[in-house]
């Protein structure tokens, strides 16, 4: 697969798929919003506490909420209507980010760290729940691009929004940007309601309660326990998370803080950091299927190559 041919595949999903389109652009929108929020809450936790510890404490706070709500997140994308949920929880976090504005000396960082729990928790529910739609507006031949090109948005967004973020933290200090982020969850939400999408009750019809929930939790484990391949694949992001980004995140903003200082806290040189991480990881989605495809053993040999360079 050359790399124009991988591009044109891109271009003519976002062009012919509209509700692909909105729901892309719906993920532009919000993960912008999502950087800037990461940037402004470290930079104002680092010159309130000019604590590593403290700094640390955020990023397990911002990996802990999504997989404490995870047993559930998955579940509700399948019973309840996936658009709804998806406008209902991006509204939801705008109305949260607000409070950080609240957050102004020492002795509200915990005001911080609950905010930023139930940030990430309503997150735990939009991502599921977006990757559980993406099947239904896109037709199966083309999955493989709408997945890789979402992915890469991720990354792409990750640079852009990191470094517009650090722009703004740096310049105008944090709680302009936390007001950006709220603005991006409306914006969002409005994009996404725009989505033609038909909800099939499925699971809804079943019984609601708790037991039910971790009865469906439960048999995704056993499955996961009888499909060692997909054990592996989910396991992924848990692996990376634990021995790698979380603690190369915390030296990230104490080098942003106190060693490469360029703007109000460090801001501007942290979303500097933040943006050349997300250069990388956008790259690589992109790149790599040029090579692998959809071929599940290239991709396996692609996973494997990247914890050894990682390492």
């Known amino acids: 697969m050359t790399t124009s041919t991988a591009a044109g595949g891109y271009g003519k999903l976002v062009r012919e798929n509209a509700n692909f389109r909105h729901l892309w652009f719906g993920q532009i929108v919000s993960l912008l919003g999502d950087w800037f929020n990461l940037i402004a809450s470290a930079s104002l936790i680092a010159s309130l506490t000019g604590s590593g510890a403290a700094i640390g404490g955020l990023f397990v706070v911002r990996m802990l909420a999504p997989f404490l709500i995870s047993p559930f997140a998955g579940v509700a994308a399948d019973r309840y209507n996936r658009k709804h949920l998806l406008i209902v929880t991006d509204l939801v976090r705008g109305v949260?980010?607000?409070?950080?504005?609240?957050?102004?000396?020492?002795?509200?960082?915990?005001?911080?760290?609950?905010l930023t729990a139930l940030q990430l928790g309503i997150s735990g529910f939009f991502f599921p729940t977006r990757n559980a739609i993406l099947p239904d507006i896109v037709d199966r031949p083309q999955l493989g691009a709408a997945n890789?090109?979402?992915?890469?948005?991720?990354?792409?967004?990750?640079?852009?929004?990191?470094?517009?973020g650090g722009l703004v933290s740096g310049q105008f200090g944090v709680y302009p940007a936390f007001i950006i982020d709220a603005l991006t969850f409306l914006v969002s939400a409005l994009i996404l309601a725009r989505i033609a999408y038909t909800h099939t009750p499925g699971l809804a019809?079943?019984?609601?309660?708790?037991?039910?929930?971790?009865?469906?939790y439960a048999d995704g484990l056993r499955y996961l326990r009888d499909h060692p391949a997909t054990l592996a694949v989910a396991s992924q992001k848990a692996i990376n998370s634990l021995f790698f980004s979380g603690g190369f995140q915390v030296i990230q903003v104490i080098i942003g803080e106190r060693i490469f200082v360029m703007g109000e806290g460090g801001g501007i040189s942290l979303g500097l950091l933040f943006a050349l991480t997300g250069i990388g990881t956008g790259l690589g989605p992109i790149w790599m299927r040029r090579f692998t495809g959809d071929r599940p053993q290239p991709m396996r040999v692609a996973i494997a190559i990247s914890y050894f360079i990682a390492v």
């Open 205 to 216: 019809a079943q019984s609601r309660g708790v037991a039910n929930i971790l009865k469906q």
């Open 96 to 114: 949260v980010v607000l409070g950080f504005l609240l957050v102004r000396d020492a002795g509200d960082v915990w005001l911080l760290y609950a």
């Open 148 to 164: 890789a090109l979402s992915s890469a948005t991720w990354s792409v967004m990750l640079a852009v929004g990191t470094a517009l």
